[in-house]
């Protein structure tokens, strides 16, 4: 494993392990639920947590970054032409769905690559020094994650309702 082979550098540099993974490891609203992908990331984040306990009295931070909705460019294929991004499609395919995660966003609006960046790059750096064992959430809140089922909206299951306009 990468954590493994690294570890003998990262104990002399004192570094620090940032893993990238994703609101789909944490949330159950989506048909993504029960995937590979979704095991695979909230996989990510267990070994995560496991290894800064193990690498942190070693002087090794590990953090986690969750990045909530991304609004990322559409891509240039080889030919030319272009593809748009899954957000883009999305508002286009379902925009009623589209709306309903933008909703669920805290900040009422998608996230930027450049943001999820920065934080990354403020948890590599040593503003961060004493950070270990961070899940940190972009642009999603706790509630926002593990939506509880009765945040769907009764008329359209698909519709997230955010969390502050539900009722106990």
């Known amino acids: 494993m990468l954590l493994n082979a690294s ?5 002399k540099t004192s570094g620090s392990i940032i ?5 789909a490891g944490f949330e159950t609203r989506f048909d993504a639920a029960g995937s590979p992908y979704t095991t695979f990331k909230h996989a990510q984040a267990t070994l995560a947590k496991d290894y800064a306990r193990k690498l942190g009295p070693l002087g090794i931070r590990i953090n986690s970054v969750i990045p909530g909705p991304i609004e990322a460019p559409g891509k240039v294929l080889p030919d030319g032409s272009r593809r748009p991004s899954r957000i883009q499609m999305l508002r286009e395919t379902n925009p009623e769905f589209a709306q309903g995660l933008l909703d669920a966003v805290p900040l009422r609006r998608f996230g930027t690559a450049e943001e999820v960046a920065n934080v990354v790059v403020f948890l590599a750096s040593s503003l961060a020094g ?3 064992w961070c899940e940190c959430l972009c642009g999603w809140s706790n509630d926002n994650i593990l939506v509880k089922p009765s945040c769907r909206s009764e008329t359209n299951p ?5 969390q502050s306009n539900v009722r106990a």
Do not use: D, K, N
């Not at 893993?19 to 609101?23: F, H, N």
């Not at 698909?158 to 955010?162: M, T």
């Open 158 to 162: 698909a519709r997230i309702v955010p």
């Open 130 to 132: 004493y950070v270990l």
């Open 19 to 23: 893993v990238v993974s994703s609101s």
């Open 7 to 11: 570890r003998p550098y990262l104990e």
